[in-house]
């Protein structure tokens, strides 16, 4: 049986110098890496394998010469979501120019169909969720050319790695493949869920140590000296701004607001962006206005949406700004306070307790809904998908059928809800790590995933998939 060809996209440093010995077992080989800083990679210079830069200029765009030929053809057949490859650019390139953006993206898409001329690849493994440019470029011709893809996902909630096949397909494969969880496991994860319901994530809490009050933060940007200090220190202003403006805005500034709303309450927690879990795992979502007005257009006079925007967007520094002003003027605009905007101050889990139901793209609300047995609402890639409670809305049909549905205000079954996360985390195509990701060495990792890459192409071959 002949060998088949995979394209590695995303694999930095050293992993490609320590997987490609180990995929004869696989019966795979390597046609090609995609990595950042080819120029210094050791990986290049020694492996008899085609390498391809990942984090490319403007520059290196403009004067790149494509070798295929151009025309009409050059987007024919690539299905993309437009506004995100406009997100994904703008996100990189920071340029609004309109000419200037086309011009990006043609040469863009030209380099990538050169990559996969060059390479012809039977399967494209992405080490992450496709979303810095070269990479969604990757993947939305593959969606083209028929090329078979897999993407591996890390999953902070439960301390995982879990892979599917296409970007709206979240859990195709963990749902078609349900197992059983050993004893040891099974406690691990009782442990975690006990966690969630009782305290915000670890993950969680150790991010909004780590940044602090705005003064820790501006000392911080100045003293940073990876970055030129002053840029930083602006953002970090322009942050302050911001927050200081929304603020304004919001109409529950404390937990006794919070207990005078009387009708039912629909949260929202907006994502911070720009940031793969949304962008582009909510697809068209990405513009999170979008969830809020399909919302508020379809829920009863009974029910009232708190929006509170995430606590990262105010602490890290980007340029350009990611969330504009506007936003937060549109909700605050909608009328009869049908949208009511939450201060930062009031956490979340107090929130979630009192709230009928909660929405989310892909966020870790979600689990912390699902476990007060709180009917969830997601919206995009969410790795919630699959358990009990969870509805995936990709329409106004989908969220139409839920508010006129009678588990739109029934508490959950905890044991259901139980049983499920246990179905999904005893997958073949889950791997559960016994510690913290941060904590999970790079050897374990690459064993892993090839180990899942195994599973994947032994399905393939025997057509279980």
Known sequence: MSKKGILFVGYEG????????KLDGINV???????????????????????????????????????GDLGKELLSGIHFNNDMFYYVLNRHFRTT????????????????????????????????????????????LCLAENIDTLIYLRSWTFSGIQVYRRIGEPNELLLNTPGQLDSELKQIVDERLAEFIKEAPSFVKKFKTSHGSVYKRLTKAFLDKNKPSIKRVQAQLSNEKDRVYYNGLCKIRNEGDL???????????????????????????AQQWLVIEWLQREMGDDYVILVKEHPSQFLLPHKPPSRSKELYDALDSIPMNRVLLVSGELESRRIIKQASIIATITGTVGYEGVLQKKPVLVFGDSPTIGIHGVTKINSIADLKAFFTSAS???ELDYKLV???????????????????LSKVTREKDIDTKLMMLRRYMDSKINNSI
């Open 97 to 140: 120019l309109s000419l200037t953006f086309t011009l990006i993206k043609q040469k863009l898409i030209a380099y990538c169909k050169d990559i996969i001329a060059k390479t012809k690849p039977d399967l494209v493994v992405f080490n992450v969720t496709p979303h810095d440019p070269v990479a969604y470029a990757i993947y939305a």
């Open 418 to 436: 139980h049983q499920s996360v246990y179905n999904i985390l005893s997958s073949k195509y889950f791997i559960f790590y016994n510690t913290e």
């Open 14 to 21: 050293d992993w490609s110098l320590r997987i490609s010995p």
């Open 408 to 410: 739109a205000k029934q």
């Open 29 to 67: 080989e390597a046609v090609g890496f995609v990595i950042k800083n080819v120029a210094q990679s050791r990986a290049a210079k020694e492996l008899n394998c085609p390498f391809f830069e990942r984090k490319i200029s403007k520059e290196f765009l403009f004067s790149y010469q494509p070798q």
């Open 259 to 285: 207990i005078k709303i009387e009708k039912r309450i629909i949260y929202f927690a907006l994502h911070f962006q720009p940031e793969q879990t949304t962008m582009p795992s909510g697809d068209i979502f």
